[in-house]
């Protein structure tokens, strides 16, 4: 099997985590800055990790609406998609994902000031593993 990437965007980040090859477990990495570049930095990962599948979280509001993020993160997900063709990239619902996050760093022992750096990468495992979970039931 071949590795995914899961992608959390956001206005100033973009959070990234990669399942093993085996795709069973969502591993974090180093966030992404969301600048004129970001679209080539996750192309070039994707290359470099032999990614074959990539997984854009899509915020959805806990009433089931879009929103601006949605709209953003669309673009975003379109965007990408272009630039890795012909590796597919999916949407996947992400409510809650950086709650549980949060939560997880917590439980951790991250502080809530040092959260900051890890929360998007955190959020983007989550979404994920949830992905890579419900690609085995």
Not at 17 to 29: E, P, Y
Not at 64 to 93: I, M, Q
Request: proline residues 3%; hydrophobic residues 40%.
């Amino acid at each position: 099997m071949s590795r995914v990437l899961g992608l959390d965007p956001g206005t100033r980040r973009v959070g990234v985590a990669i399942s093993d090859s085996r795709r069973t477990l969502a591993m974090a990495r180093a966030c992404v800055p969301v600048d004129d570049v970001t679209i080539a930095t996750l192309s070039s990962l994707v290359a470099d990790e032999g990614v074959t599948l990539v997984v854009v979280g899509r915020p959805i509001s806990m009433g089931g609406t879009e929103t601006e993020s949605t709209r953003l993160s669309d673009n975003f997900a379109r965007d990408l998609a272009s630039s890795v063709d012909p590796v597919e990239v999916v949407r996947w619902d992400e409510r809650l994902t950086t709650v549980s996050a949060r939560r997880q760093l917590h439980q951790s022992g991250v502080k809530d000031r040092e959260q900051r750096a890890l929360i998007d990468s955190a959020a983007a495992v989550v979404m994920l593993q949830h992905f890579i979970d419900a690609s085995h039931a």
